[in-house]
């Protein structure tokens, strides 16, 4: 089963950015990808998603702020996130879409705070 290991987290202030990271051990080219967050006492929720055709789809919440890539060649997928708030904070993670091979990464911890 593939393995999913996120980096970039980190803690920043409000207005800065942060680039997430996800690498992938086995090919992603034709799954879908997306990057999910888990905020304190929340359920887990969509962020953002890229079908393995390009097409991407957002949260309202991150519109216009948040952008996800990906790189088939090298098997990774990113997050840039700009105009960070303090309700981004949270545990993000990285998903591979494929049925009963999806995948999710550990998760990677984003605090937004002055």
């Known amino acids: 089963q593939v393995q999913l290991v996120e980096s970039g987290g980190g803690l920043v202030q409000p207005g800065g950015s942060l680039r997430l990271s996800c690498a992938a051990s086995g090919s992603i080219r034709f799954n879908a990808m997306a990057w999910y967050r888990q905020r304190p006492g929340k359920q887990r929720e969509l962020v953002a998603v890229?079908?393995?055709?390009?097409?991407?789809n957002y949260a309202d919440s991150v519109k216009g702020r948040f952008y996800i890539s990906r790189d088939n060649a090298k098997n990774t997928v990113n997050l840039q996130m700009n105009s960070l708030k303090p309700e981004d904070t949270a545990v993000y993670y990285c998903?591979?879409?494929?049925?009963?091979?999806?995948?999710w990464g550990q998760g990677t911890q984003v605090t937004v705070s002055s």
């Open positions: 890229m079908s393995s055709g390009g097409s991407t």
């Open positions: 998903w591979r879409g494929g049925g009963p091979d999806e995948a």
